[in-house]
C-alpha cells in the first residue's frame, strides 16, 4: 500500500513551458486535491476532486488545469509556467470530502520556475 | 473571513523539555479541527482530530485541546526528542459544501541537545 505518490520529486522549468505534475493514490478514496504551499503562508488549495470525472476549483486556481479520468490519478498541469508558481506542490486524498476523513498526503514536488 | 493563526511561529527547545503550541481561529461554522506534524521535505501527516465537542485528545506524547468557545486550540508536546522537529499545522474543518479546509502557517519546532 503506496499511499498517496506523486512525481516528479524536483522540476525547473523555464517560464512559458508547460508540465504535469503527477498524483496517484492506493487507498480507493474520492476525494483528491492539489495544494501549494509557499513560504509564510498555510496550505492553499488549487483544484479538488471529489470523484472520477468531478473537478472544482479551489482558492488558487488560475494557471492550472486538473483532470479525473480515473479514481487513482489526478494530474495538475501547469499550462505556461510563471515565477509565481514557484512553489512546493503536494497532492492528497481522503475517503470523502466531509471534513471529518483524515487527508493523506504526497511528499510534494518542489517546482522552480525560472 | 474564515482565518487560522499559530503561535509561536517558530521555536528551540532542548530535547525532553515540554513546549505548548496555540491555534486561534475564526473559521465558521466550525466542525472539527486537526493537527498535522510536517516534517522536513515531506508531506503533513495527522496526529489528532478534535470535533466541537472534544476538550482533549492525546496520541502519545502528543497532546491537543480545543476550547470552541474562545476559538483556541493547543497542541502540548511532551518529554520532546529530537525526531519532533518539524512544522506543526492547525487545520480547521467547516461544514458545507466546496472547500472547507483552512490551514494555519504551522509552527517550527526545533529541538535540541
Known amino acids: 500500500n503506496a499511499g498517496v505518490t506523486q512525481t516528479p520529486k524536483f522540476q525547473v522549468l523555464k517560464t512559458g513551458q508547460s508540465m504535469t505534475l503527477q498524483c496517484a493514490q492506493d487507498m480507493n478514496h474520492e476525494y483528491m486535491s492539489w495544494y501549494r504551499q509557499d513560504p509564510g503562508m498555510g496550505l492553499r488549495l488549487i483544484h479538488y476532486s471529489v470523484g472520477a470525472g468531478i473537478t472544482d476549483q479551489g482558492e488558487v486556481p488560475n494557471g492550472y488545469n486538473v483532470s479525473r479520468s480515473t479514481t487513482e490519478d489526478f494530474p495538475l498541469r501547469l499550462l505556461s509556467a510563471a515565477p509565481s508558481q514557484t512553489s512546493v506542490y503536494f497532492c492528497a486524498s481522503s475517503y470523502s470530502n466531509s471534513g471529518g476523513d483524515e487527508q493523506f498526503f504526497g511528499p510534494g514536488t518542489r517546482l522552480t520556475v525560472l | 473571513k474564515n482565518q487560522v493563526e499559530q503561535s509561536p511561529q517558530s521555536l528551540i527547545i532542548l530535547e525532553g523539555k515540554n513546549c505548548t503550541l496555540q491555534c486561534n481561529y475564526t473559521v465558521s461554522p466550525f466542525s472539527n479541527l486537526r493537527w498535522y506534524k510536517q516534517d522536513t521535505g515531506r508531506g503533513p501527516v495527522s496526529l489528532t482530530i478534535?470535533?466541537?465537542?472534544?476538550n482533549t485528545k492525546s496520541n502519545g506524547r502528543y497532546t491537543a485541546t480545543l476550547d470552541a468557545d474562545t476559538k483556541q486550540s493547543s497542541l502540548h508536546i511532551t518529554a520532546s526528542q529530537l525526531s519532533d522537529s518539524a512544522s506543526y499545522i492547525c487545520v480547521v474543518i467547516r461544514t458545507g459544501g466546496g472547500n472547507k479546509l483552512t490551514f494555519g502557517t504551522g509552527t517550527q519546532l526545533k529541538v535540541e541537545l
Open positions: 478534535m470535533t466541537f465537542s472534544e
